[in-house]
């Protein structure tokens, strides 16, 4: 059985009032809640403020990140490594997100390398895939995610997937409220396991895929009642402790 994980991903939003306040409302929301393991993934500033809350609380959220670059050290200003985000207490590092493809021209290439940056530290890479509202249209949904999938499984071996979390994320649905419907989400995250599984089905049965795009309390429920949806990864409803605590609770239970 695999273990449902709930990841808000804060993108750029933040302060530091911010950031306490939520993470304050969080670890007073989630106490007592088992059986999902939360994450959350501030703006790479905040993550030394969130560090130190959530040593402070008594849930025990998960600290992530959106983004890891592909250098260890060395001249290449503004970017950041494996080892910082470790340093931080970062585990759950987001790669390969649809705005980052977008507007920063990442390759399904260059997300691999990140990926297998991430894996090389000991860090839990969030491999984002997802079609465009065109390429669904087009009936390429199935064949755009094992594209972005083969990228990290050609240059690094199915194994890599291991222990790994994948979030599909249809662009289409990414806040724009117009989320997929549980079955349809349901059919791709099926056929995204049925590829991994033609590679290895030990990899396939074990691999966490995660929903993305308009995930709201309303909906998460539905959502987790489908047996490949194995979690969320959550943006605008992430920012709300209390709705971000509801979408995990849901999660803990449809899965229990
Ligand atoms: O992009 C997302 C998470 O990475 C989803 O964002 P929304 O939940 O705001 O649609």
Not at 80 to 94: T, V, W
Not at 118 to 130: A, F, N
Not at 165 to 192: M, N
Not at 220 to 235: M, S
């Amino acid at each position: 059985m695999r273990h449902p994980v709930v990841m808000g991903n804060w993108k750029l939003n933040g302060s530091k009032e911010m950031v306490s306040n939520l993470l304050k409302g969080l670890d007073a929301e989630l106490k007592g809640v088992e059986g999902v393991d939360v994450a959350v993934a501030p703006p790479a500033m905040y993550l030394d403020l969130a560090e130190q809350l959530i040593g402070k609380g008594e849930s025990k959220i998960i600290l992530g990140a959106q983004n890891v670059d592909v250098n260890a050290s060395g001249a290449f200003t503004g970017d950041i490594s494996p080892e910082m985000l470790k340093d931080f207490g970062a585990s759950h590092i987001i790669i390969g997100h649809s705005e980052r493809r977008e507007y920063h021209n990442e390759s399904d290439e260059f997300v691999a390398k990140k990926f297998a940056f991430l894996k090389e530290h000991g860090l839990t890479p969030v491999l984002c895939i997802g079609e465009s509202e065109a390429q669904n249209e087009a009936g390429e949904t199935v064949a755009v995610c094992a594209r972005q999938i083969d990228a990290v499984i050609n240059t690094q071996g199915v194994e890599a997937l291991d222990g790994a979390i994948i979030a599909y994320e249809p662009i289409w649905a990414i806040g724009t409220g117009k989320a997929a419907t549980a079955d349809d989400a349901q059919r791709i995250h099926a056929a995204i396991r049925a590829h991994i599984a033609e590679k290895s089905e030990e990899v396939a049965k074990k691999v966490v895929i995660q929903y993305g795009g308009s995930v709201k309390p309303e909906n998460a429920e539905a959502y987790f009642a489908q047996p490949d949806i194995d979690g969320a990864l959550v943006g605008g409803a992430a920012l709300n402790a209390e709705s971000f605590a509801a979408i995990a609770k849901a999660a803990a239970k449809a899965k229990k």
